[in-house]
């Protein structure tokens, strides 16, 4: 099964909103509550931002946010900070007992 | 806090085994659904396995299934991949890191992986 489609990189000034798409299929996103999104800055192991669509762990900022439309999952960054720039994934339960990532996004803070 | 440490990586011949361990402290470890997930600069993270509270339920990626085994000892809180018939295409950063609990069902996959390791590099290569 092919990864999850993201945009491979996206860019937003300080202060403000960007949006990172994650694309899959009615058999996963379409269907189940399962999306995740993590944040990896080079060199580190990625950090759980969202859970089942909208949830944010405990000490993640409320800049980050996440949402759901058909097939497709967003997650949104308010306010740009300078230390929001990584890479971003996310992922996805299939339906068929597995678990999908999406390729992964590099945002660019300019 | 939260803490799991993998080791055993290294470089492998095809067609040979590794058995990658990751040791965890800080939680009860007997609780968590624990997961496999590799990583390359091309492919990206890649999901791989994941196991049970108490190790009765293991799922696989179709990627490894037949030639990977995820098992755990909860005496010790160490988690283990056992990788067998190794492949090029097996040469990844691999990490363990912690779901939530689940008795069985969807919830395995929900609630995302709320820690991880450090990693170890596994190559594959003659």
């Known amino acids: 099964q092919s990864a999850l489609t993201q945009p491979a990189s996206v860019s937003g000034s300080p202060r403000q909103s960007i949006t990172i798409s994650c694309t899959g299929t009615?058999?996963?996103?379409?269907?189940?509550?399962?999306v995740s999104w993590y944040q990896q800055h080079p060199g580190k192991a990625p950090k759980l931002i969202i859970y089942?669509?909208?949830n944010r762990p405990s000490g993640i900022s409320n800049r980050f946010s996440g949402s759901t439309s058909g097939n497709t999952a967003s997650l949104t960054i308010s306010w740009l900070q300078a230390e929001d720039e990584a890479d971003y994934f996310c992922?996805?339960?299939?339906?068929?007992?597995?678990?999908?990532f999406g390729g992964g996004t590099k945002l660019t803070v300019l | 806090q939260v803490q799991l440490v993998e080791s055993g990586g290294g470089v492998v011949q095809p067609g040979r085994s590794l058995r990658l361990s990751c040791a965890a402290s800080?939680?009860?470890?007997?609780?968590?659904?624990l997961h496999w997930v590799r990583q390359t600069p091309a492919k990206g993270l890649e999901w791989v396995a994941l196991?049970?509270?108490?190790?009765?339920?293991?799922y696989y990626a179709d990627s490894v299934k037949g030639r990977f085994i995820i098992s755990r000892d909860n005496s010790r809180n160490t988690l283990f991949l056992q990788m067998n018939s190794l492949r090029a295409e097996d040469t990844a950063m691999y990490y363990c890191?912690?779901?939530?609990?689940?008795?069985?069902?969807?919830?395995?996959?929900?609630?995302?992986?709320?820690?991880w390791g450090q990693g170890t590099l596994v190559t594959v290569s003659s």
């Open positions: 800080g939680f009860t470890f007997s609780s968590n659904t």
């Open positions: 009615s058999s996963d996103i379409g269907t189940y509550n399962s």
């Open positions: 992922s996805s339960y299939t339906g068929r007992s597995t678990l999908l």
């Open positions: 196991i049970s509270y108490d190790a009765n339920n293991k």
């Open positions: 890191a912690r779901g939530k609990y689940c008795s069985g069902g969807l919830c395995y996959f929900m609630g995302g992986f709320d820690s």
């Open positions: 089942d669509v909208t």
